[in-house]
Each structure stands twice: as structure tokens, then as C-alpha cells.
């Protein structure tokens, strides 16, 4: 029987866990991510809306990727917004991403705006996830890509511990602090796929990634 789900709070307030989730090398995860939507998802140029950018990481990777890509990146946290305005302004990338503060779940941008929306390890952090997804849905254009991933929640707390071994680049105590709650806090790809549907969402492909994650994916068609 899989845990039961544990909250953790919506937003990471404080700068030291800002911080602390910035330290953890990602730069694979995201140029993987990044890949899938090229690859995958077919994805080849447009406007690309993240919900729940944090520091940037997979803009970034995805600017880097596909060159016509131009992104608005949502974050509620100052703490995040700070850290990705650093980041882009690091990379020479303000032409092409766009920080704008807000709530994924409400982003009072225009409805079918986007070309294609992601969102990466947002979910868990909603308590009700429902309007994550209606927004996610109501943002991207007919026929327009769609990619949500996030964490899976564990079966038991052995699994819980072992996937807190494994991962690479979670070094510190904090670091897997934050990883454990996040985990905890997940939803299982089947709960994932039912708050899809309820969102309209009924065409998306939902996987199971590795030993930790869930994906719903619709390729980016052409206009």
C-alpha cells in the first residue's frame, strides 16, 4: 500500500532553502528535460510558458536547446525569483525568458496563449492540485504541447529511504530533508491522471519515469 500523503508547505519562503534547492546540481536533469520536449514532444520554436519556474534551470536548458524558444517563467517565490533572475542575467538569456511573479494555479495571462506549457516538481507542493491543471489546460493553444512531471510518492518509507541514497547531488542534510517531504508530499502517476482528466486534460499520455517520477505529455502540434 503506497504512503499516505503528507503536506509540505506551497511556497519555499526562507532564502537559505532557496539556497539549498539551488545547490543541488540539476543541470543534467534539466538538459534532459529540455531534450524530451525537442525530441519528444517534437517541440521546435514558439512561446513556452513554465508554471513554477524556480531558479530557472529548465528555461534555461530549454533556450539552449531550441533556439526559437522565448519562455515565461512563473514563480511566486521571491527567494526563486531572485535566484532566476541571477541565472538568466548570467546567461544572457533576458531576451528570451520572461520572470513574471505569480500563482501557477492563476496567472490571469490570456487562455490559450502558449504554444506549449510545462511544469517540473510543482505539483506536490498543492494541497489541491485540481487548478494547477485546469490552468495548465486552459493556457496552451489547440493542439499545443503540453508536458506536467513531478515526483511519485513512494510505496514505503524503505523505498522513501533509498531513493534519498541514490540521488546524486542531494548532499546536504537540509537537501534531503527537502527531497523527503517533497516525496512524501507527491501524488502517484494514477492520482496524477485522474486530476488530468478532471481537467479535461483526457488526451495526454501519462508515464512513469524512472523509479521516481510521473509524466503527462502531449506532443506540440503544428499551427
Not at 500500500?1 to 519555499?12: A, D, G, N, S, Y
Not at 540539476?26 to 534532459?32: I, K, P
Not at 517541440?43 to 530557472?56: E, H, K, Q, T
Not at 487548478?131 to 489547440?142: I, K, Q, S, T, Y
Amino acid at each position: 500500500m503506497t504512503l499516505k500523503r503528507v503536506l509540505e508547505p506551497e511556497l519555499i519562503e526562507s532564502e537559505a532553502d532557496a539556497l539549498e534547492y539551488a545547490a543541488i546540481d540539476r543541470a543534467e536533469v534539466s538538459a534532459a528535460f529540455a531534450d524530451l520536449v525537442a525530441d519528444e514532444l517534437g517541440f521546435r520554436g514558439g512561446s513556452v510558458i513554465d508554471l513554477g519556474a524556480g531558479p530557472c534551470d529548465i528555461p534555461l536548458a530549454i533556450c539552449r536547446r531550441i533556439k526559437g524558444a522565448k519562455i515565461t517563467a512563473v514563480e511566486l517565490s521571491p527567494a526563486m525569483l531572485g535566484l532566476a533572475a541571477e541565472n538568466i542575467a548570467r546567461a544572457r538569456l533576458g531576451g528570451r525568458i520572461t520572470l513574471l511573479r505569480g500563482d501557477a494555479k492563476r496567472t490571469k495571462l490570456p487562455a490559450g496563449s502558449f504554444d506549449l506549457v510545462i511544469c517540473n516538481n510543482l505539483v506536490h507542493h498543492f494541497s489541491d492540485p485540481y487548478p494547477l491543471f485546469c490552468e495548465a489546460a486552459r493556457l496552451c493553444r489547440p493542439g499545443g504541447g503540453l508536458l506536467l512531471r513531478d515526483l511519485r510518492r513512494p510505496r514505503t518509507l524503505a523505498e522513501l529511504d533509498g531513493h534519498i541514497r541514490r540521488i546524486a547531488g542531494v548532499n546536504t542534510p537540509r537537501q534531503q530533508q527537502l527531497l523527503r517531504n517533497s516525496l512524501r508530499a507527491a501524488l502517484t502517476a494514477a492520482e496524477a491522471g485522474v486530476y488530468a482528466r478532471m481537467a479535461g486534460l483526457d488526451d495526454l499520455i501519462l508515464k512513469e519515469e524512472g523509479l521516481k517520477h510521473w509524466q503527462l505529455q502531449r506532443a506540440a502540434g503544428r499551427r
